[in-house]
Structure formats: structure tokens, C-alpha cells
């Protein structure tokens, strides 16, 4: 099945400074790729997601890079502000098989005011 | 449009107690989906329902069971509870097929196993 792993696990900026967020999977299958953002005893909120024949999407100051030879993708969020402190998700989904999201372990962002 | 709605949003069950949690999905979703989060980790699939039939599942063990009704609601059955157990239950809808299959997560419902 689907593994997919995050790196890292804690991530600690400066307000202003941009923060990246990497994960690989291992099932060549995939092709969907989703970033959550979950905050403290809320549910998860999909904030960017891309599929396999995109390289790269953006949106205002969140973007994801997808290398599909390698098999890893990024989030990059620049100028990160105090409200972006949360824990965020990355997770793959085929759209074969098992159809579910496997998600990575997570990485808490802290952005120190 | 109405969001995912899961109930309840907490419970505490003994070892050996059964749990039933429920959902109901957004408003136009087919497909539910549930989901284990245990502190400190990433949801883990447990299964997926679609049309009142299981299409897929996760590794959990037979005494997770669900259900889904005609309305695309959905129940979450966990017997013979153990303290492994204890985590957040979350459920998401979906409609099978959107070109990506985007999931809504539900607030969860928290349970802890004492």
C-alpha cells in the first residue's frame, strides 16, 4: 500500500520568513495530492491540492511543488503570519484501488511573532 | 449547503464497551469516508462507503464496522473496545466522481478508553 512520509516534524520561523514542508510517498499510482491544515482541536481543511500532470500550483502565499520521478512534494508558504501556526497534513490518493488519502505524520508549524 | 456533522463530539467508554459514532455528510456527497486519529498522528484510513456499500478499507480489525443509509449518513461500530482505541473518529464525505475526490472532514468525535 501507500506510505508517505513528512519532514519535519516541527518546523519554528520568524513571522515574515517562508516555511517549507516536504514529503514523499511510494505508490507510483498516486495522483492526487492534498495539504491540510489542522488547528487545535478542529478538523482538518484542505488549503492546497494538486494532481499528478501539474508541476507546481500556487495560490495567494501557498504554493506545492510535485516531483513525480522523485516521488516527493512540497508546501512553501511565504511571509507566514502567527494565524499560519497549526499542524499540516500532506496525504496521496490514487484513483484506483483503495481511493483513500494516506496521510504523512504531520508537521507543527510555529510562527514566532 | 451544510457541512459534515459528526456526533457525539465526545464520549469515554470502558474496555470491552461497544461505541457507535455517527455522520452526516455534506449536502450533494455520496461517499463517506472514516478516519482514526490518534494523538500526535496523521488520520489513518479505516474505511469507505459508497452507495450503503463497504468499496474500501483500511487495516483495522473485523470489530470496526459501519454502516451507510440511503441519505448517505453514515455510523462508525467499534466493538470490544481497547485503549488503543482512544483517538479522534473522523469522518469525511466526498462525492465519487469529482476529478479529485476532495475530502470534508467533520469536527471528529473524541473518544477515550479507560
Known amino acids: 500500500g501507500e506510505n508517505v512520509e513528512q519532514h519535519p516534524s516541527t518546523l519554528s520561523v520568524q513571522e515574515g520568513d517562508s516555511a517549507v514542508i516536504k514529503c514523499t510517498y511510494s505508490?507510483?499510482?498516486?495522483?492526487?495530492f492534498p495539504w491540510y491544515k489542522q488547528e487545535l482541536g478542529k478538523r482538518p481543511q484542505l488549503i492546497i491540492d494538486?494532481?499528478?500532470?501539474?508541476g507546481e500550483k500556487k495560490d495567494q502565499r501557498i504554493a506545492v511543488t510535485l516531483n513525480k520521478t522523485a516521488k516527493h512534494f512540497s508546501l512553501h508558504i511565504t511571509e507566514t503570519q502567527p494565524e499560519d501556526s497549526a499542524v499540516y497534513f500532506c496525504?496521496?490518493?490514487?484513483?484506483?484501488?483503495?481511493?483513500?488519502?494516506?496521510f504523512g505524520s504531520g508537521t507543527r508549524l510555529q510562527v514566532q511573532p | 449547503e451544510t457541512g459534515v456533522t459528526q456526533s457525539p463530539t465526545h464520549l469515554i467508554k470502558t474496555r470491552g464497551q461497544q461505541v457507535t459514532l455517527r455522520c452526516s455528510s455534506q449536502?450533494?456527497?455520496?461517499?463517506v469516508s472514516w478516519y482514526q486519529q490518534a494523538l500526535g498522528q496523521g488520520p489513518q484510513f479505516i474505511f469507505q462507503?459508497?452507495?450503503?456499500?463497504?468499496?474500501g478499507r483500511g487495516n483495522f480489525p473485523p470489530r470496526f464496522s459501519g454502516l451507510q443509509f440511503p441519505n448517505y449518513s453514515s455510523e462508525l461500530n467499534v466493538n470490544a473496545l481497547e485503549l488503543d482505541d482512544s483517538a479522534l473518529y473522523l469522518c469525511?464525505?466526498?462525492?465519487?466522481?469529482?476529478?479529485?475526490?476532495?475530502?470534508?472532514f467533520g469536527e471528529g468525535s473524541r473518544l477515550t478508553v479507560l
Open positions: 496525504a496521496a490518493k490514487a484513483d484506483t484501488g483503495r481511493r483513500a488519502l494516506t
Open positions: 469525511a464525505s466526498s462525492y465519487m466522481g469529482s476529478s479529485t475526490g476532495e475530502l470534508f
Open positions: 462507503y459508497y452507495r450503503e456499500e463497504e468499496n
Open positions: 449536502s450533494g456527497h455520496n461517499t
Open positions: 494538486i494532481r499528478s500532470n501539474v
Open positions: 505508490d507510483s499510482a498516486s495522483n492526487y
